[in-house]
């Protein structure tokens, strides 16, 4: 069995392109609204929904039992029917995984990222990622994202043959 | 010249029925997700867009001018292609004005909430709403609504004949 460990990266917008949109006010397209009461950041995350009858759809997810890193992930999703976004709720950090659209997934393509706490993402249609990890119970999130009778949710198994750790920074392995 | 003086009400699901939805987790149908790690509040908010080519994005809004109460409102507006949320990011009250959907808006008809911080709000299609209201610089929003090429945005000028005044609680009429 191999050890694949991934550091996750500070997110950023270029380095999380590949799989979707971050969601934060920095660095983003905006003007004034309102006669000049508000500025809006326009357009941070593409909402994608299709299929029969399927909407968009607001959520709230709290976290009730928060990953302490380093983590052991060994199930990953995606939704070939619509994108998925998180908006943090509260001002804390929260780790993301991800791999490419596609039936393959090759250990080496996961790809770890952390939110600063005010950064959101929003994964775009059958981008692979693991169910979103929280750090702290209570950490709640805004979700928006496709609902709808079609099936929306392929699952795969990860690590039947390979151990996948997920760490915040260089150090020891899990053990 | 008549004047009409709101007080805004505590905002609730049942009293903002008729205008949209309320986002918060309070009250809502929930149900464990990601083999127990996250409770999911599910479909707070139904995303509505409509027209060719209409598509919902997500956008952070941020007051730069912040309302201080009481305050004269005088222009209402309504989306006639889709709902528009907003779901504060900054644990900080926002004032809320209405009026149900239709041509004609009566003053008598108009109604103010104010929202606790933590609650969201999503205008259902065609509803009329005075542009959102922030009460401190800096103030942050979560907006999904509709883009896309067609217009949708109407206006209204209030006060040409009426005097309308928003309070927080009941008190001097401003001056």
Known sequence: MATYTLIAEPLTRDGFAPFGDVIEAAGARH???NAGAMERFHDLARVDVS????????SIARCTEPTVPP???????????????FM????APFLIVVAPPGEAIAPSE?????????????????VWHVPLMA????????????????????ER??????????????????N
Do not use: W
């Open 31 to 33: 003007f004034s609204i």
């Open 51 to 58: 299929g029969a009858e399927g909407r968009a759809a607001i």
């Open 71 to 85: 983590v052991r992930v060994s199930l990953i999703e995606r939704h070939p029917l619509g994108s998925q976004a």
């Open 88 to 91: 943090p709720l509260s001002d």
């Open 110 to 126: 996961l790809k770890a990222f952390v939110s600063n706490g005010a950064q959101g993402i929003n994964y775009h249609r059958g």
């Open 135 to 154: 750090m702290q119970t209570g950490q709640e999130f805004i979700v928006v994202d496709r609902t709808g009778p079609d099936a929306n949710c392929d």
């Open 157 to 174: 198994e990860l690590g039947a043959t390979d151990q996948i750790l997920v760490k915040l920074c260089k150090g020891p392995d899990l």
